[in-house]
């Protein structure tokens, strides 16, 4: 059973940065897709930012030019780089993972913590 550890939540200031990790181990399949969603209290999961493992990312329109995926596929591990955060930018982030044998299953991590203060 693949294992999905998110690391690198944490409380900020508004302005400030963090940096997001997901490995994902315990498997030797192809990994298809790494991203990040995530949620906010009340509110649905979000996409934030895909990296599939041909290199192309795709982000959620309100966060280009903030947030920043990168993706080693040797290691099996995605990156989320935030940068000038926003209170609203506080929620659980989740790192997702979709295999090439079965890319319309999704696989998730337990989430991260993020919290962004004014």
């Known amino acids: 059973q693949v294992q999905i550890v998110e690391s690198g939540g944490g409380s900020v200031q508004a302005g400030g940065s963090l940096r997001l990790s997901c490995v994902a181990s315990?498997?030797?399949?192809?990994?298809?897709?790494m991203g990040w969603y995530r949620q906010a209290p009340g509110q649905q999961r979000e996409l934030v930012a895909v990296?599939?493992?041909?290199?192309?990312?795709n982000y959620a329109d309100s966060l280009k030019g903030r947030f920043t995926i990168s993706r080693d596929n040797a290691k099996n591990t995605v990156y989320l780089q935030m940068n000038s955060l926003k209170p609203e930018d506080t929620a659980v982030y989740y790192c997702?993972?979709?295999?090439?044998?079965?890319?319309?299953?999704?696989?998730w991590g337990q989430g991260t913590q993020v919290t962004v203060s004014s």
């Open positions: 997702n993972l979709k295999f090439y044998y079965n890319p319309n299953h999704d696989y």
């Open positions: 990296a599939s493992s041909g290199g192309s990312t």
């Open positions: 315990r498997t030797t399949l192809s990994i298809k897709a």
